[in-house]
């Protein structure tokens, strides 16, 4: 998918984001702020930047 995206829009950015749940490890809390962080990198995740920029080539 964020192949296609970045095909059909020039200059463009594509966060491309994996998780697994690899362990029993989780965030049991009621802070927001702290869910999404913990969700993504605590239990196993990945993060990608891509883009079509020339300019970003580098």
Do not use: C, D, H, W
């Amino acid at each position: 998918m964020a192949r296609q995206m970045l095909q059909l829009y020039p200059n463009t950015y594509a966060l491309v984001v994996s998780t697994e749940n690899i362990t029993q490890n989780r965030y049991f809390g009621n802070k927001k702020s702290m869910l999404i962080p913990n969700t993504i990198f605590r239990v196993g995740g990945a993060a990608m930047l891509l883009t079509n920029k020339r300019s970003e080539s580098r």
